[in-house]
């Protein structure tokens, strides 16, 4: 790994656990993690249910659009991150692969989005500590 970590979050429509992931991760690592999402299948839009709860917590997705996976995506990703949803990723030597079980925020409404956005929460703090722990001087 790099001296700067980079993680991609995959889950088949990109338009709602992996947005918010990706999300919380940027918001809780600032410039200390390259942040990556995409989908195999991926949505016309982000889940506004998703946005709205991420809202709620102080983080703008609004202006985010899903993305297709592709290999260069993984090939350039440290750390690939499948959201539970049966999605596959071309597997590369070195990389570091995790499937986190999250419930598909897709259809459901802001209230149980706000369930699986606090458990994407925990998840990422964990990881962050793992792979980009802050520095004291």
Not at 62 to 77: F, N, W
Not at 102 to 112: H, I, N, R, S
Request: proline letters at 6%; glycine letters at 8%; aromatic letters at 4%.
């Amino acid at each position: 790994m790099s001296d700067k970590p980079s993680v991609l979050f995959v889950c088949v429509h990109n338009a709602g656990r992996s947005q918010m992931a990706a999300a919380w991760l940027t918001h809780l690592a600032g410039d200390r993690v390259e942040v990556r999402s995409a989908g195999s299948a991926p949505a016309d839009a982000v889940n506004p249910a998703a946005v709205e709860a991420m809202r709620e917590v102080g983080i703008d997705m609004s202006a985010e659009v899903p993305k297709v996976l592709t290999v260069d995506a993984v090939r350039a990703s440290d750390v690939c991150v499948t959201m539970g949803c049966g999605d596959t990723c071309p597997v590369f030597p070195g990389k570091r692969y995790l499937d986190w079980k999250l419930e598909d925020p897709a259809g459901q409404g802001v209230e149980t989005v706000r369930t699986v956005r606090d458990e994407i929460k925990t998840l990422v703090e964990g990881l962050i500590a793992e792979i980009a722990p802050e520095r004291t001087a």
